[in-house]
């Protein structure tokens, strides 16, 4: 490779590498949406349980008020039959009997009652808060709908931007040399960041650390790839003319 070949692939290097960022960004940003959908469903289901749990709750309410009320609609029939039976007794001590059973059931309905008016209270106050909770969970829903739908939209749109971009990749990577580009690709599969660091002030754009004067005067030549002593990555420096294109 000549000189000036040598600082164009690695202008165009560093051009694809620029672009690969790009690219990078936006496939972490779409293979992120599918959780973030994820935990919008499960907040969904978590509202339809809450839902669920306060209405099992008030339905148990409900359960123990009517079975209440079959108590004293069963003790009622049975006070009846006591005092139809009073009717008919000869004796006062079998009346005085008849009348302490009724006096038993008097007791355990006035029980009863004030459980009923307990259950009652209970049942508005569970009717009140999920009434609330049914309208919180109604516009939490919709927000959280809102919120999906944006996703599934920039899902569409980062996923149209990748295909573009993945396109652009494809027309580009022919115009860089093989071996570099052999070169390039290991060092990323090896995930280690950038493979070029602009070389610029006599700092290596990546590590920060000055390049050796040696290492510079080799790498303004653009014969050989030269490599940052510290981080070890290629170095494309800044060319001696203002009139060569940087970077
Ligand atoms: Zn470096």
Redesign the pocket.
Known sequence: MSNETLRQQLALLYKLQEHDRELLSIHRRFQAIPRHIKQLEANVTQHKDSLTAKSGELAEVEKSLRSKNADLEMNEVQREKFKSEQREVTTNEAYSALEKQIEFLDDKDADTEIEILELLEKADQLKEELQKLDSEVASENEKIKEQTDQFREEQKELKASLDAKMEQRAKFLPKIDKQLSILYRRWIERQKGDFI?LGKNGT??????T?QPQNLKEAQKYEKLVY??????V?YVEPHSPEIPFP
């Open positions: 660091a290596c754009g990546s590590c920060q650390l390049i940052c002593a510290s981080c070890k990555r170095l």
